[in-house]
């Protein structure tokens, strides 16, 4: 790849831009000045960043602003949220495209093993999400609104959240392998947290559809992300590259390893291609 430059930066936020720390608050969504440089070397070289995030929309829009992206008069950012369901401009948030599924069965269905787990749909009037409990803090961004489950997934929606804070990521990969969740993917992250979304939707298929109105194909993207629901971006881009820390099933899906995300990995990756001053 000697003579190749990507010509879209596709970005993870959640262990990728941001460290995850425990009991982490909202003061941890901090951009660190490696990564902030990087990713405005990689526009001073014309290429296009998206974000990329299993997060609902509301919860990227400040991402973006703590990056300063967009650039005065520059284009409406696109962002791809949801683990692929949403595609979005910002600002001001224009969803472009959405997809929506049935997710009541593949619910219930969980629900069944996990009785007291806790469930989320977005609630974008509100910039939040209706729930059945509220969720451990800081796991979620915005308000809260207490909602019957029956309500949560009575009508089709973009993306559910399943999370069992009593239960372990292994319960809910052996427990969505078991139940083969008909008429939906998932992925299954650090913890007991499940993210269920219509068939064939994932980050890639949002990127997709982010390259084919900029005209750009998957071999001119560089994508960079550390969790399982990044394994098909990654797999799908020209060259996906995995956060040190991820788990070795994320690796093995990516064409290289860059640094830990406390090690500013994604700045080491992007500095590779968009090289700082003197560098």
């Not at 979620?140 to 609104?145: H, N, T």
């Not at 909602?147 to 069992?164: A, C, L, N, Y």
Request: hydrophobic content about 45%.
């Amino acid at each position: 790849m000697a003579d190749w430059t990507p010509k879209l930066v596709a970005l993870d936020i959640d262990g990728t831009l941001l460290s995850w720390v425990d009991g982490q608050t909202h003061d941890y969504e901090t951009i660190t000045e490696p990564v902030h440089d990087a990713v405005h070397r990689a526009l001073d070289a014309g290429a296009h960043i998206v974000l990329a995030s299993g997060r609902s929309p509301h919860g990227m829009t400040g991402i973006a602003d703590l990056l300063h992206i967009p650039r005065e008069d520059a284009d409406r950012l696109w962002v791809v949220a949801s683990n692929g369901a949403v595609v979005f401009r910002y600002p001001p948030m224009e969803v472009v495209h959405e997809e929506t599924f049935d997710a009541a069965p593949a619910v219930a269905a969980v629900l069944e093993h996990h009785p007291h787990a806790l469930v989320a749909v977005e609630e974008r009037t509100v910039g939040g999400y209706r729930v059945n409990r509220v969720f451990p803090e800081g796991e979620l961004s915005g308000e809260q609104l207490i909602t019957s489950v029956d309500d949560i997934v009575g009508e089709p929606v973009s993306r559910v959240i399943i999370r069992d804070p009593e239960a372990t990521a292994e319960d809910f990969i052996e427990l969505a392998a078991r139940l083969g969740l008909h008429g939906t993917d998932y992925v299954v992250g650090w913890t007991a947290w499940m993210d269920l979304s219509p068939v064939g939707v994932s980050k890639a298929s949002g990127l997709e559809h982010v390259c084919d109105k900029v005209g750009l194909g998957a071999a001119d993207v560089l994508a960079i992300g550390d969790g399982r629901n990044d394994i098909e971006m990654l797999r799908w881009a020209g060259r996906g590259v995995a956060m040190g820390q991820a788990v070795e099933e994320v690796r093995a899906a990516a064409d290289d390893v860059t640094a830990p995300v406390h090690e500013d990995g994604a700045a080491v990756e992007m500095f590779r291609w968009f090289p700082p001053a003197g560098g």
